[in-house]
């Protein structure tokens, strides 16, 4: 029931993801960042089976570029996932990754259940010259739209933002903290 999704701003790229850990039927946790930091200016964000996403080393001696990364990733990684960057020359990305290794630069895009409903939301509502707050505003649309229409709907969300100034989390949208549960 995973949901992920990102969009490319005015000079910067966001993404965010539930923070569910789940299996089957089990909610194992509410507080798993599933946006992982590959370099100070990438982000890239795990949905698929918790065992075929493994974490991505990307070498440290040779600054890879977004698109770079995002190439090296997908054959790496078994599993869907968003790859955003920031780079001097190419400005803000974002990279989506499909579960066959499929690589598109787009504007705006969705994984997991979530997707249904956060990308007619963003379809709706997006635009390419957005302003950091007017994206995280269209973030909130795509949480509550998750929130109220996903039947299964995960309760909390990280935000990640990447731009000039690095790769930073922006906020969590918790509706429900984590609970310690009693053993039997």
């Known amino acids: 029931m995973?949901?992920?999704?990102g969009l490319v701003g005015n000079g910067f790229a966001i993404v965010a993801a539930d923070t569910s850990a789940v299996h089957s039927i089990l909610v194992h946790k509410n507080n798993e960042d599933?946006?992982?930091?590959?370099?100070?200016?990438?982000?890239?964000?795990?949905s698929g089976e918790p065992e075929e996403c493994v974490t991505v080393s990307v070498q440290k001696r040779d600054p890879l570029t977004t698109a770079a990364a995002a190439n090296f990733t997908r054959?790496?990684?078994l599993c869907e996932h968003p790859e955003a960057g920031y780079d001097k020359e190419a400005g803000a990305s974002l990279?989506?990754?499909d579960y066959i290794a499929t690589l598109h630069k787009v504007d705006k895009g969705a994984f997991g259940y979530g997707s249904y409903f956060s990308l007619s939301?963003?379809?709706r509502h997006f635009r390419s010259d957005m302003s950091v707050e007017e994206a995280i505003e269209?973030?909130?649309k795509c949480i509550t739209e998750i929130r109220s229409r996903l039947v299964i709907a995960p309760p909390n969300f990280v935000i990640?933002?990447?731009?000039?100034?690095?790769?930073?989390?922006h906020a969590w949208r918790?509706?429900?903290q984590d609970v310690t549960t009693a053993s039997v």
Do not use: N, P
């Open 95 to 97: 990279y989506y990754i």
């Open 138 to 140: 269209l973030v909130d």
């Open 2 to 5: 995973e949901c992920v999704f």
């Open 160 to 169: 990640k933002i990447v731009d000039k100034d690095g790769a930073r989390t």
């Open 34 to 46: 599933k946006i992982m930091l590959l370099d100070s200016h990438k982000l890239i964000a795990a």
């Open 121 to 123: 939301t963003m379809d």
């Open 174 to 176: 918790q509706s429900v």
């Open 75 to 77: 054959e790496s990684l």
